[in-house]
């Protein structure tokens, strides 16, 4: 196993911050070999998925050198401070822009890991954190990789991963938003529910995901002001102005809603 070496720091991040199967390109579609002896391997949890359904992303980091590598590692869910980028494009080839570079704002615990020679360090990642939610339709996803904070900086990419987005009945996704807004009574895993809720891309999710940023959890009034971030802005909009009216000023729930209306 590859040897860990994990350097604590706790940080809470505000930043404003071509698909290819079979091989290593850019997006000229030119031969593109990883550079130095770090490898970058892609494998989705499954080939097909519904309408605002988790596509889990596994990655792997293979050292096929004689020296140890060191990459970042860190417990922020979107690997994005990691070093790590998803390039997301339609089957006409559109690039879909990267949601967390309009807005990102998590706590992470954060550290160095070192790769033993002939060794690999995975990780597994949720895509939708940085894609809008998709349509049905074929996609193909390639990750990036390009360490950060790590001395002897290595960068490598995938080759592209096609999936589909099936068609999903609107009652199917209404359920789904239904079910997650059901739990947020028993005041468990907020935080997760939210982040689900935006997830579908469903205008039914602003109710519930307000209700949460109402709430006294910091960690989850952060992921439904992220997941709010996934539906139609104006109805989003709205639904806070209005939620503002009614419910008035409610300590740090005001901050988030402020961050959400001027964007």
């Known amino acids: 196993m590859a040897n860990a070496r994990i350097h604590f720091c706790s940080s809470l991040i505000l930043a404003a911050s071509v698909f290819s199967q079979g091989g290593f390109t850019d997006r000229q579609g030119q031969d593109r070999r990883p550079v130095g002896a770090l490898q970058c ?3 989705l949890d499954k080939e097909k998925y519904e309408v605002g ?3 889990v992303v596994n990655v792997e980091l293979h050292n096929s050198g004689a020296a140890l590598i060191e990459v970042a590692e860190s417990s922020e869910i979107t690997g994005r401070i990691d070093g790590f980028h998803f390039e997301v494009q339609t089957e006409q080839g559109e690039a879909l822009r990267d949601q967390v570079y309009d807005y990102y704002a998590l706590s992470a615990i ?3 890991r070192a790769i033993d020679p002939g060794k690999s360090h995975f990780r597994k990642l949720t895509l939708n954190y940085r894609i809008p939610p998709l349509k049905p339709g074929i996609y193909s996803v390639r990750c990036e990789y390009s360490s950060r904070g790590v001395a002897g900086a290595s960068k490598t990419d995938s080759a592209g991963v096609p999936f589909e987005v099936q068609q999903t009945a609107a009652s199917a996704l209404r359920a789904r938003v239904d079910a997650l807004a059901r739990r947020i009574d028993e005041g468990k895993d907020l935080k997760n529910i939210a982040l ?3 997830f579908t891309g469903d205008s039914a999710a602003v109710p519930p995901l307000i209700r949460i940023l109402q709430t006294q959890d ?3 009034q952060v992921a439904a002001t992220i997941a709010l971030r996934f539906l ?3 109805t989003v909009r709205d639904a806070l102005i209005e939620s503002l009216k009614k419910d008035g000023l409610r300590e740090r729930a005001v901050y988030f809603m402020a961050v959400i209306l001027r964007n």
């Open 41 to 43: 391997r892609l494998t």
């Open 53 to 55: 359904e988790p596509i």
């Open 110 to 112: 954060s550290g160095n």
């Open 196 to 198: 689900l809720l935006g």
């Open 218 to 220: 910091d960690s989850a």
């Open 232 to 234: 139609d802005q104006p």
